[in-house]
């Protein structure tokens, strides 16, 4: 079962996805910040990576940075309520990018495709 850690400063966000994942039968992992992100991703080993970019006062732009440094083979999620953020090149490192919605159907649909075409979600 494919392990996805979930980064987001909001505890609501975060338990939503957690429930939403694993009802879709995935393993998760959360992260309220920066350091707990690198080191969830050096202790848990997760397949994917869902990453807010707003971390209250820290950048979720810093955190991928590094952690795409350590796993470059790990696909990234970014997801924000910021569409600006798009066109900052250094976003350009995530795998894609999804604005956050009520609806979680399409970063649901992200995650299996990036899963599979990684070779981490078995069909």
Request: hydrophobic share 40%.
């Amino acid at each position: 079962m494919p392990k996805i850690l979930i980064v987001d400063d909001e505890e609501n966000v975060r338990k939503l996805y957690i429930e939403e994942f694993e009802n879709e039968g995935y393993e998760t992992v959360s992260a309220a910040g920066v350091g707990e992100a690198i080191s969830a991703v050096e202790q848990e080993n997760p397949d994917l990576l869902i990453l807010d970019i707003k971390l209250g006062p820290e950048s979720g732009i810093d955190a991928l940075v590094e952690i795409v440094e350590r796993r470059k083979n790990m696909p990234v999620i970014l997801n924000s309520a910021y569409s600006m953020y798009k066109d900052n090149f250094q976003t350009w490192a995530a795998d894609a990018y999804i604005v956050k919605s009520v609806d979680l159907n399409p970063l649901k649909e992200k995650v299996r495709e990036l899963l599979a075409s990684s070779g981490r979600l078995q069909s």
